[in-house]
T-cell receptor
Framework: GAVVSQHPSWVICKSGTSVKIECRSL??????MFWYRQFPKQSLMLMAT?????????EQGVEKDKFLINHASLTLSTLTVTSAHPEDSSFYIC???????????FGEGSWLTVV | AQTVTQSQPEMSVQEAETVTLSCTYD???????LFWYKQPPSRQMILVIR??????QNATENRFSVNFQKAAKSFSLKISDSQLGDAAMYFC???????????????FGKGITLSVRP
Protein backbone atom coordinates (compact mmCIF):
# COMPACT_ATOMS: atom_id res chain seq x y z
CA GLY A 1 0.00 0.00 0.00
CA ALA A 2 0.92 3.64 -0.32
CA VAL A 3 3.32 5.01 2.26
CA VAL A 4 3.42 8.42 3.84
CA SER A 5 6.46 9.29 5.90
CA GLN A 6 6.87 12.05 8.46
CA HIS A 7 10.14 13.42 9.73
CA PRO A 8 11.17 13.89 12.42
CA SER A 9 9.24 11.48 14.61
CA TRP A 10 10.31 13.37 17.71
CA VAL A 11 11.61 16.90 18.07
CA ILE A 12 12.41 19.06 21.04
CA CYS A 13 12.94 22.75 20.50
CA LYS A 14 13.46 25.79 22.64
CA SER A 15 10.71 28.29 23.16
CA GLY A 16 10.86 31.06 20.57
CA THR A 17 12.52 29.00 17.86
CA SER A 18 10.95 27.53 14.73
CA VAL A 19 10.69 23.89 13.84
CA LYS A 20 9.84 22.20 10.56
CA ILE A 21 8.07 18.87 10.11
CA GLU A 22 8.12 17.12 6.74
CA CYS A 23 5.47 14.90 5.22
CA ARG A 24 6.41 12.84 2.18
CA SER A 25 4.41 10.53 -0.01
CA LEU A 26 6.94 7.86 -0.92
CA UNK A 27 5.30 6.02 -3.78
CA UNK A 28 2.53 8.22 -5.12
CA UNK A 29 1.85 11.80 -6.10
CA UNK A 30 -0.18 13.53 -3.43
CA UNK A 31 -2.27 16.32 -4.87
CA UNK A 32 -3.75 17.04 -1.46
CA MET A 33 -2.20 16.78 1.97
CA PHE A 34 -3.77 17.41 5.36
CA TRP A 35 -2.21 18.42 8.64
CA TYR A 36 -3.74 17.47 11.98
CA ARG A 37 -2.95 18.17 15.58
CA GLN A 38 -3.83 15.71 18.31
CA PHE A 39 -3.76 16.12 22.08
CA PRO A 40 -3.58 13.06 24.35
CA LYS A 41 -6.76 10.97 24.33
CA GLN A 42 -8.45 13.41 21.99
CA SER A 43 -9.46 13.33 18.37
CA LEU A 44 -7.51 14.61 15.39
CA MET A 45 -8.08 18.30 14.80
CA LEU A 46 -7.65 19.37 11.19
CA MET A 47 -5.35 22.35 10.95
CA ALA A 48 -5.14 22.88 7.21
CA THR A 49 -5.50 21.37 3.77
CA UNK A 50 -2.77 21.90 1.23
CA UNK A 51 -2.90 21.39 -2.49
CA UNK A 52 0.27 21.18 -4.50
CA UNK A 53 1.31 24.54 -5.88
CA UNK A 54 -1.30 26.61 -4.07
CA UNK A 55 -1.79 28.20 -0.68
CA UNK A 56 -3.03 26.06 2.15
CA UNK A 57 -6.59 26.35 3.36
CA UNK A 58 -6.59 26.79 7.12
CA GLU A 59 -9.35 25.77 9.47
CA GLN A 60 -11.04 28.40 11.54
CA GLY A 61 -9.01 29.30 14.61
CA VAL A 62 -5.68 28.10 13.25
CA GLU A 63 -3.08 30.85 13.02
CA LYS A 64 -1.70 30.97 9.51
CA ASP A 65 1.39 32.93 10.50
CA LYS A 66 2.22 30.52 13.28
CA PHE A 67 1.68 27.27 11.41
CA LEU A 68 3.21 27.73 7.98
CA ILE A 69 2.30 25.02 5.51
CA ASN A 70 4.02 24.58 2.20
CA HIS A 71 3.18 21.99 -0.45
CA ALA A 72 5.89 22.69 -2.96
CA SER A 73 5.83 19.38 -4.78
CA LEU A 74 3.53 16.42 -5.33
CA THR A 75 5.48 14.39 -2.79
CA LEU A 76 6.32 16.85 -0.04
CA SER A 77 4.46 19.11 2.34
CA THR A 78 6.01 20.87 5.30
CA LEU A 79 4.59 22.30 8.50
CA THR A 80 6.68 24.97 10.18
CA VAL A 81 5.77 25.99 13.70
CA THR A 82 7.14 29.48 14.08
CA SER A 83 8.13 31.08 17.38
CA ALA A 84 7.15 27.92 19.17
CA HIS A 85 5.80 28.03 22.70
CA PRO A 86 5.17 25.23 25.21
CA GLU A 87 1.46 25.25 24.37
CA ASP A 88 2.39 24.21 20.81
CA SER A 89 3.69 20.92 22.20
CA SER A 90 1.54 18.24 20.64
CA PHE A 91 1.35 15.31 18.25
CA TYR A 92 1.14 16.39 14.62
CA ILE A 93 -0.05 14.02 11.89
CA CYS A 94 -0.15 14.47 8.16
CA UNK A 95 -2.16 12.57 5.60
CA UNK A 96 -2.06 12.52 1.84
CA UNK A 97 -4.21 11.51 -1.09
CA UNK A 98 -4.01 11.42 -4.83
CA UNK A 99 -7.30 13.24 -4.80
CA UNK A 100 -10.90 12.54 -5.58
CA UNK A 101 -12.21 9.42 -3.92
CA UNK A 102 -8.75 7.94 -3.44
CA UNK A 103 -7.78 6.53 -0.09
CA UNK A 104 -6.24 8.92 2.41
CA UNK A 105 -2.93 7.65 3.80
CA PHE A 106 -1.53 8.75 7.15
CA GLY A 107 2.00 9.44 8.23
CA GLU A 108 3.38 8.07 11.47
CA GLY A 109 3.07 11.39 13.25
CA SER A 110 5.55 13.73 14.87
CA TRP A 111 5.85 14.57 18.55
CA LEU A 112 6.79 18.17 19.20
CA THR A 113 7.95 19.26 22.63
CA VAL A 114 8.71 22.92 23.22
CA VAL A 115 10.78 23.64 26.30
CA ALA B 1 -21.15 21.25 7.86
CA GLN B 2 -20.85 17.58 8.60
CA THR B 3 -20.51 16.30 12.13
CA VAL B 4 -19.58 12.91 13.53
CA THR B 5 -20.61 11.88 17.02
CA GLN B 6 -19.15 9.14 19.14
CA SER B 7 -20.88 9.41 22.47
CA GLN B 8 -19.12 6.59 24.32
CA PRO B 9 -15.63 7.66 25.46
CA GLU B 10 -14.59 4.22 26.65
CA MET B 11 -15.60 0.60 26.29
CA SER B 12 -14.25 -2.67 27.52
CA VAL B 13 -14.64 -6.17 26.12
CA GLN B 14 -13.57 -9.62 27.22
CA GLU B 15 -11.11 -11.34 24.93
CA ALA B 16 -12.86 -13.54 22.33
CA GLU B 17 -16.17 -11.74 22.79
CA THR B 18 -17.95 -9.27 20.53
CA VAL B 19 -18.18 -5.54 20.99
CA THR B 20 -20.03 -2.84 19.07
CA LEU B 21 -18.81 0.75 18.83
CA SER B 22 -21.42 3.37 18.01
CA CYS B 23 -21.21 6.33 15.66
CA THR B 24 -23.76 8.75 14.29
CA TYR B 25 -23.24 11.50 11.80
CA ASP B 26 -25.06 14.43 10.32
CA UNK B 27 -24.90 15.55 6.71
CA UNK B 28 -27.08 16.99 4.00
CA UNK B 29 -25.15 15.16 1.31
CA UNK B 30 -26.38 11.98 -0.31
CA UNK B 31 -23.03 10.66 -1.50
CA UNK B 32 -20.20 10.19 0.96
CA UNK B 33 -17.86 7.70 2.60
CA LEU B 34 -17.66 6.51 6.17
CA PHE B 35 -14.64 5.02 7.87
CA TRP B 36 -13.47 3.45 11.06
CA TYR B 37 -9.84 4.08 11.97
CA LYS B 38 -7.85 2.39 14.70
CA GLN B 39 -5.13 4.26 16.57
CA PRO B 40 -3.02 1.97 18.79
CA PRO B 41 -0.54 3.33 21.35
CA SER B 42 1.98 3.82 18.51
CA ARG B 43 -0.37 6.57 17.28
CA GLN B 44 -0.28 5.25 13.70
CA MET B 45 -3.70 5.67 12.10
CA ILE B 46 -4.87 2.37 10.65
CA LEU B 47 -7.86 2.10 8.35
CA VAL B 48 -10.14 -0.63 9.67
CA ILE B 49 -13.07 -0.46 7.31
CA ARG B 50 -14.67 1.76 4.71
CA UNK B 51 -18.28 2.12 3.60
CA UNK B 52 -19.60 3.88 0.53
CA UNK B 53 -22.95 5.52 1.21
CA UNK B 54 -24.41 4.39 -2.10
CA UNK B 55 -23.84 0.75 -1.22
CA UNK B 56 -26.60 -0.91 0.76
CA GLN B 57 -24.47 -3.87 1.70
CA ASN B 58 -22.60 -3.50 4.95
CA ALA B 59 -18.82 -3.64 4.63
CA THR B 60 -16.88 -6.43 6.31
CA GLU B 61 -13.19 -7.04 6.85
CA ASN B 62 -12.45 -10.31 8.57
CA ARG B 63 -13.51 -9.85 12.22
CA PHE B 64 -14.71 -6.30 11.61
CA SER B 65 -18.10 -5.43 10.21
CA VAL B 66 -20.32 -2.39 10.16
CA ASN B 67 -24.01 -1.76 10.54
CA PHE B 68 -24.71 1.12 8.19
CA GLN B 69 -28.14 2.67 8.55
CA LYS B 70 -28.26 5.54 6.07
CA ALA B 71 -31.69 6.86 6.98
CA ALA B 72 -30.80 6.91 10.66
CA LYS B 73 -27.30 8.24 9.90
CA SER B 74 -25.78 5.55 12.02
CA PHE B 75 -22.54 3.67 11.40
CA SER B 76 -21.54 1.21 14.09
CA LEU B 77 -18.51 -1.08 14.12
CA LYS B 78 -18.72 -4.64 15.35
CA ILE B 79 -15.57 -6.43 16.39
CA SER B 80 -15.99 -10.17 16.69
CA ASP B 81 -13.68 -12.55 18.56
CA SER B 82 -11.91 -9.61 20.19
CA GLN B 83 -8.16 -9.91 20.56
CA LEU B 84 -5.71 -8.16 22.86
CA GLY B 85 -4.28 -6.38 19.83
CA ASP B 86 -7.64 -4.73 19.21
CA ALA B 87 -7.09 -2.49 22.23
CA ALA B 88 -6.78 1.02 20.82
CA MET B 89 -8.59 4.24 20.23
CA TYR B 90 -11.16 3.96 17.44
CA PHE B 91 -12.33 6.88 15.37
CA CYS B 92 -15.36 7.11 13.15
CA UNK B 93 -14.86 9.44 10.19
CA UNK B 94 -16.86 11.01 7.38
CA UNK B 95 -15.68 12.11 3.98
CA UNK B 96 -17.64 13.86 1.29
CA UNK B 97 -17.70 12.23 -2.13
CA UNK B 98 -17.06 15.62 -3.70
CA UNK B 99 -13.63 15.61 -5.16
CA UNK B 100 -12.06 19.03 -4.85
CA UNK B 101 -9.22 19.60 -2.38
CA UNK B 102 -10.54 20.53 1.03
CA UNK B 103 -13.84 18.76 0.32
CA UNK B 104 -11.99 15.49 0.44
CA UNK B 105 -10.98 15.96 4.08
CA UNK B 106 -11.92 13.53 6.82
CA UNK B 107 -14.15 14.70 9.64
CA PHE B 108 -13.50 12.66 12.78
CA GLY B 109 -15.56 11.83 15.81
CA LYS B 110 -14.09 12.24 19.28
CA GLY B 111 -13.01 8.64 19.39
CA ILE B 112 -13.55 5.78 21.78
CA THR B 113 -10.94 3.98 23.81
CA LEU B 114 -11.41 0.23 23.65
CA SER B 115 -9.75 -1.99 26.20
CA VAL B 116 -9.65 -5.77 25.90
CA ARG B 117 -9.62 -7.87 29.08
CA PRO B 118 -7.63 -11.11 28.95
Amino acid sequence: GAVVSQHPSWVICKSGTSVKIECRSLDFQATTMFWYRQFPKQSLMLMATSNEGSKATYEQGVEKDKFLINHASLTLSTLTVTSAHPEDSSFYICSATRGGADTIYFGEGSWLTVV
Amino acid sequence: AQTVTQSQPEMSVQEAETVTLSCTYDTSESDYYLFWYKQPPSRQMILVIRQEAYKQQNATENRFSVNFQKAAKSFSLKISDSQLGDAAMYFCAYRSARRAGANSKLTFGKGITLSVRP
